[in-house]
T-cell receptor, first 114, second 111 residues
Framework: DVKVTQSSRYLVKRTGEKVFLECVQD?????MFWYRQDPGLGLRLIYF???????EKGDIPEGYSVSREKKERFSLILESASTNQTSMYLC?????????????FGSGTQLSVL | SQQGEEDPQALSIQEGENATMNCSYK?????LQWYRQNSGRGLVHLIL?????REKHSGRLRVTLDTSKKSSSLLITASRAADTASYFC???????????FGKGTTLSVSS
């Protein structure tokens, strides 16, 4: 089965730090996504990528950037972490969205910014 | 955003009872998907229903879709304590490039 691996399960960082969240998938999927999940707000799309070096903004890209240098790896970068970025971050991948393929999710990274 | 909305936000039932969750969305869709999330974990795909389908079954899951009302329902029959989780509906963005999720229904099944 497809495996999506997020590098950290829990992460604690300080305000102003640069934070890297890593995600790796092993099924040669073209599409990868970063969501954040907050209580009462559900999942919100931050960024996604449909190919190497390609990226698209989601609904809430402010304060974030992404990198996709290799097909299997999609990194989320918090340039200068702030307390309002404390959240659960979920990475997902799929072969295609347009042809109704399902998403495979990682286990999530719970980030706390102090 | 065309985020879907699940209803109710929370649902508590006894083992053996049926659980029904609803999802409403805003724009036309090609398909609608349901996902499950155990506490503090990633989401797992449950079932997909295409826009030309009205009902679909998978084990104890039954999904309906009413495109005229822009709504879907997920029925879990004979619920078990292990069904305790959050359930989300998802539809493709208007550009068809990403899945947009609702806020979820939290189901609690007590034994």
């Amino acid at each position: 089965d497809v495996k999506v691996t997020q590098s950290s399960r829990y992460l604690v960082k300080r305000t102003g730090e640069k934070v890297f969240l890593e995600c790796v998938q092993d099924m040669d999927h073209e599409n990868m996504f970063w969501y954040r999940q907050d209580p009462g707000l559900g999942l919100r799309l931050i960024y996604f990528s449909y190919d190497v070096k390609m990226k698209e903004k989601g609904d809430i890209p402010e304060g974030y950037s992404v990198s996709r240098e290799k097909k299997e790896r999609f990194s989320l970068i918090l340039e200068s972490a702030s307390t309002n970025q404390t959240s659960m971050y979920l990475c997902a991948s799929t072969r295609a969205v347009a042809t109704n393929e399902k998403l495979f999710f990682g286990s999530g990274t719970q980030l706390s910014v102090l | 955003s065309q985020q879907g909305e699940e209803d109710p936000q929370a649902l508590s039932i006894q083992e053996g009872e049926n659980a029904t969750m609803n999802c409403s969305y805003k724009t036309s869709i090609n398909n609608l998907q349901w996902y499950r999330q155990n506490s503090g974990r990633g989401l797992v795909h449950l079932i997909l229903i295409r826009s030309n389908e009205r009902e679909k079954h998978s084990g104890r899951l039954r999904v309906t879709l009413d495109t005229s009302k822009k709504s879907s329902s997920l029925l879990i029959t004979a619920s078990r304590a292990a069904d305790t989780a959050s359930y989300f509906c998802a539809t493709a963005s208007q550009a068809g490039t990403a899945l947009i999720f609702g806020k979820g229904t939290t189901l609690s099944v007590s034994s």
